[in-house]
């Protein structure tokens, strides 16, 4: 007999509680048959008082929501057995219920509660707590950490913000190429891996979703110059728009006669400008030959003494920027201007090249002579005549350049009738 109990034991050990409960009413009805069978031989009395007490526990282990199987012992004690607390005896049936009862306490205090997954921080909380910090602290550029803080503006401009942990590689995806400025996804995705990878560092994360996302692919324009009918066309509108403030044309046109690149002229401050000498300091930052001086032409002192005189010349937005420009000529970039100056130093002031290109901040002048230098987009007609020498198709485009600077100096006669100049 205990041959077989043990077997059966065995057998609960790996059964769901569903299961050990079924087997053990089908054992417990058996059993009741057989002892029917038994005490009705014995005495009928012995065998009700069994029923009664089997039939409690059975309602109590039900209560409880445990299984196992009970038996009256010899000495009158009632046993109760399954696989997690062994066996269990009582005098009665409110024993043997208070013995379980501790069983169960006891259990539950020592079942061993999975740790709490660790919540990491918002997107938001970590960049403006641990993250802005970090950059701040490197030294970086006051235009290098405008521009951070300007992309992360947009993403939460665009309910990009969530916990850390939170972040699937696919929504970041997603949201990446869902956007129409391949540029500006491209500068995000770097940005966001980056939070991610310091967030790693810091112990905050284990992977980085950026890791397994494609790329963003973006499709440079080589940048062009503005055809010298084309200049015409942008400065008469520009000086006739009255939408346009004073100092926001200056800002046009000190780029356009300086050939800087667009945050470089927004970041010039009053302590870069030696009117003396007519130097100026331009506060580059991409690459290392950016930071430079170059010659504070006499149009360019104009646009920066007409300009703000508070420290900072410029203060225009980029949206700003972008929106005039757009308006005003179609066909080009705003940095197709810095394109113009090159151009226009180079093959119609005829600069050295290496001069040109220390003015521009480039890191060596092939830069300057194959990226912005575009003869023939000054004057396509003239450049394809085969019937003139290069000095005569110079000398037309110095006509054509010169018409521009006057159209540029009779715009600053005019500001000076109503904003004399400092």
Known sequence: MDELQDYFKNILAHLDDMAKRTIFMMGFKYGQEKSREQC????????????????????????????????????????????????????????????????????????????????????????????????????????????????????????????????????????????????????????????????????????????????????????????????????????????????????????????????????????????????IHIPGTKTDGSDRYMPLFPLAEKALRFANTDGKPFHIYCERIYKIFNRLIKGYRLHDLRHSFGTIQICVEKIDPKTVSLWMGHTNTQTTLNTYTHPEQLDRALFLRGDMQNPEKTAILRQKYQKILELISAFFDRCTQTVPIL
């Open 40 to 279: 009705a031989a014995d005495g009928g009395d012995d065998f009700q008082l069994l029923q009664d007490t089997k039939a409690e526990v059975e309602k109590m282990i039900i209560e409880l929501h445990i299984s196992g199987n009970v038996r009256e012992r010899k000495n009158g004690l009632i046993e109760f057995r399954n696989p997690q607390f062994g066996s269990v005896y009582g005098r009665d049936v409110e024993e043997l219920r208070q013995k379980l009862e501790q069983k169960i306490r006891y259990e539950k205090a020592h079942i061993k509660k999975p740790e709490k997954k660790k919540k990491s921080p918002l997107l938001s909380e970590y960049f403006e707590q641990v993250y802005l910090p970090y950059k701040e602290a490197q030294s970086r550029a006051e235009s290098t950490i405008k521009g951070i803080k300007y992309n992360y503006k947009f993403l939460m401009d665009s309910g990009f913000d969530k916990p850390l942990s939170d972040y699937t590689a696919k929504e970041i995806e997603e949201f990446l190429f869902s956007m129409k400025q391949t540029r500006k996804a491209q500068i995000l995705q770097g940005m966001l891996n980056n939070i991610f990878n310091k967030a790693i560092t810091d112990g905050v994360l284990q992977t980085n979703p950026c890791d397994t996302i494609e790329k963003v692919e973006h499709d440079t324009d080589d940048g062009k110059a503005l055809s010298f009918e084309d200049q015409e066309l942008f400065f008469t509108r520009l000086f006739a728009d009255a939408s346009v403030k004073l100092d926001e044309k200056c800002y046009f046109l000190f780029v356009y006669l300086t050939g800087t690149r667009r945050d470089e002229a927004r970041n010039i401050r009053d302590s870069d400008i030696d009117y003396k000498n007519s130097v």
